[in-house]
């Protein structure tokens, strides 16, 4: 087992109470968020992110819901606000995309939310959470199917929804036209 924080640097994103958007950039959403992880983007590392706004390629956890996703090309130039945490990954170490899986998917990441959320109105997911998190880190071949297997699989699902909603939309049309 690995502590991810030995893996993983990790950068809040801004007090959504401080942000003066006088720039008019848009603000990254958890619609925006809930939408990347369909998007089968890859990681970029980006050695001067100083900035507050999102790059293609940025991977980010919700403070709120506890997962991952990497930001997609629709969604660059948005301000990360203090509902995200801007993560900076060792890919020598971890892929980015098994590292996705397993803070979504893994059942030993899910118990630590459920231990994490006990008695808790108002859910926070704080970087001592994700730092603190002890995974199991297979070679990096294995992350590598795995975390490709995941990122396709995500894509694949959200996309044979959407045809599945083109569908029912055009019956519901054509039905409307009778």
């Known amino acids: 087992m690995t502590k991810l924080g030995e893996l993983i640097e990790l950068t809040n994103g801004r007090n959504s109470g401080r942000i003066k958007n006088d720039e008019g950039y848009a603000e990254y959403s958890t619609f925006d968020f809930k939408n990347d992880i369909n ?14 706004l999102t790059y293609t390629g940025q991977m980010l956890f ?4 506890g997962d991952a996703t990497i930001v997609s090309e629709h969604n660059e130039g948005k301000i990360v ?11 020598d170490k971890i892929y980015p995309w098994y590292l996705c899986y397993m803070i979504n998917e893994s059942e030993v990441v ?15 997911f704080t970087s001592s959470f994700f730092k603190d998190l002890n995974l199991n880190i297979p070679n ?14 995500t894509a694949n699902q959200y996309l044979e929804k ?5 569908k029912k939309e055009i019956v519901k049309n ?5």
Do not use: C, P, W
């Not at 990096?140 to 297997?149: A, N, S, T, Y």
């Not at 959407?162 to 083109?166: E, I, P, S």
């Not at 054509?174 to 009778?178: A, F, I, K, V």
């Open 39 to 52: 998007m089968a983007t890859d990681y970029i590392h980006n050695d001067d992110d100083s900035s507050f």
């Open 62 to 65: 919700s403070v709120v819901k």
């Open 81 to 91: 606000k203090d509902f995200f945490i801007k993560v900076d990954v060792d890919t």
């Open 110 to 124: 899910k118990r630590e939310k459920y231990l994490n959320s006990k008695g808790v109105n108002v859910l926070r």
């Open 140 to 153: 990096m071949k294995e992350q590598i199917k795995i975390g490709d297997l995941y990122k396709y699989s």
């Open 162 to 166: 959407k045809l599945a909603d083109n």
């Open 174 to 178: 054509y039905l409307l036209g009778l």
